[in-house]
T-cell receptor, first 113, second 116 residues
Framework: GAGVSQTPSNKVTEKGKYVELRCDPI?????LYWYRQSLGQGPEFLIY????????DSGLPNDRFFAVRPEGSVSTLKIQRTERGDSAVYLC???????????FGQGTRLTVV | AQTVTQSQPEMSVQEAETVTLSCTYD???????LFWYKQPPSRQMILVIR??????QNATENRFSVNFQKAAKSFSLKISDSQLGDAAMYFC?????????????FGTGTRLKVLA
């Protein structure tokens, strides 16, 4: 694709529900990142994939958060038992290789009510 | 651990004037990248300019330039001839070259307002 695509653009869910956020990276990009941006803050690192494997998941806040990238392309960020504190913009970025410029998507705004 | 600090939550500049946004960082690595990203209301992070730490020359991209002071761990962004379209959040970011993951570490951002 022309750029990193994230769906949905906005998601409202009830506390306790399960949500999935999708990221379609630029075609051919092997590295993929997830970030979380809370209101008034800069993006915070969650997880990084190199190919299909999670090379670094040190930013995931707890075991309610999980991400997959089964075929080395599309990635899904999964959040179980959502809490109001999970409300944020979730940004995805991809890069051709791990040491090249990352391109960001427009993010998914998650609101937990 | 690496940190990035932006001490100016908000800045204003008159159209056509020059403004400088400040950023300091902390790292024990000797080789790394520094970036300035622009985030308009559309939320997409747009790369404005990048600096490689091993290069002494300050990066320049049209109206945007940086003042990189490696010893002081300072990385400021200068915007010349400010335009209304420059209004946005600006984030300073650090990325290591030896960390193994090349993850970006962002500051808290500076909101730039451009006054007509």
């Amino acid at each position: 694709g022309a750029g990193v695509s994230q769906t949905p653009s906005n998601k409202v869910t009830e506390k306790g529900k399960y949500v999935e956020l999708r990221c379609d990276p630029i075609s051919g990009h092997t590295a993929l990142y997830w970030y979380r941006q809370s209101l008034g803050q800069g993006p915070e690192f969650l997880i990084y994939f190199q190919g299909t494997g999670a090379a670094d998941d040190s930013g995931l806040p707890n075991d309610r958060f999980f991400a997959v990238r089964p075929e080395g392309s599309v990635s899904t960020l999964k959040i179980q038992r959502t809490e109001r504190g999970d409300s944020a913009v979730y940004l995805c970025a991809s890069s051709l290789m791990q040491n090249t410029e990352a391109f960001f998507g427009q993010g998914t705004r998650l609101t937990v009510v | 651990a690496q940190t990035v600090t932006q001490s100016q939550p908000e800045m204003s500049v008159q159209e056509a004037e020059t403004v400088t946004l400040s950023c300091t960082y902390d790292t024990s690595e000797s080789d790394y990248y520094l970036f300035w990203y622009k985030q308009p209301p559309s939320r997409q992070m747009i790369l404005v300019i990048r600096q490689e730490a091993y290069k002494q020359q300050n990066a320049t991209e049209n109206r945007f330039s940086v003042n990189f002071q490696k010893a002081a761990k300072s990385f400021s962004l200068k915007i010349s001839d400010s335009q209304l379209g420059d209004a946005a959040m600006y984030f300073c970011a650090y990325r290591g070259r030896t960390s193994g993951t090349y993850k970006y570490i962002f500051g808290t951002g500076t909101r730039l307002k451009v006054l007509a």
